[in-house]
């Protein structure tokens, strides 16, 4: 069982950053690759980045490509979303997931084992 707990967000202006952290309790975090997804009111939880176990591979959604970052320490078991040129339509609820699956699906949703309960982040026009 891993437990993930999501940290780092908050109001932030439009063309703000934040940095979201998600801290997993499982030593063998390093076999996971890890998510970031994201849900607004009335809408559905969407994709937004992944990271392949070693950290060397990267998947984004086109909406946040070149504006988002993600990484992750295997060694302090956690993984980070930098987001930075904010925009309002960014603001949601942010879960990381963990999942043992390849990073070509890592867009799924439904392919992943765990969740954190989420981190709402408000960006303000």
């Known amino acids: 069982q891993v437990q993930l707990v999501e940290s780092g967000g908050g109001l932030v202006q439009a063309g703000g950053s934040l940095r979201l952290s998600c801290a997993a309790s499982e030593r063998t975090f390093s076999s996971y690759t890890m998510g970031w997804f994201r849900q607004a009111p009335g809408k559905e939880r969407e994709f937004v980045a992944a990271i392949s176990s070693s950290g060397n591979i990267r998947n984004y959604a086109d909406s946040v490509k070149g504006r988002f970052t993600i990484s992750r320490d295997n060694a302090k078991n956690t993984v980070h979303l930098q987001m930075n040129s904010l925009k309002p339509e960014d603001t949601a609820d942010y879960l990381c997931?963990?999942?043992?699956?390849?990073?070509?699906?890592?867009?799924?949703?439904?392919?992943?084992?765990?969740w954190g309960q989420g981190t709402q982040v408000t960006v303000s026009s």
């Open positions: 997931a963990a999942g043992l699956i390849p990073l070509v699906s890592s867009g799924l949703r439904a392919l992943y084992d765990y």
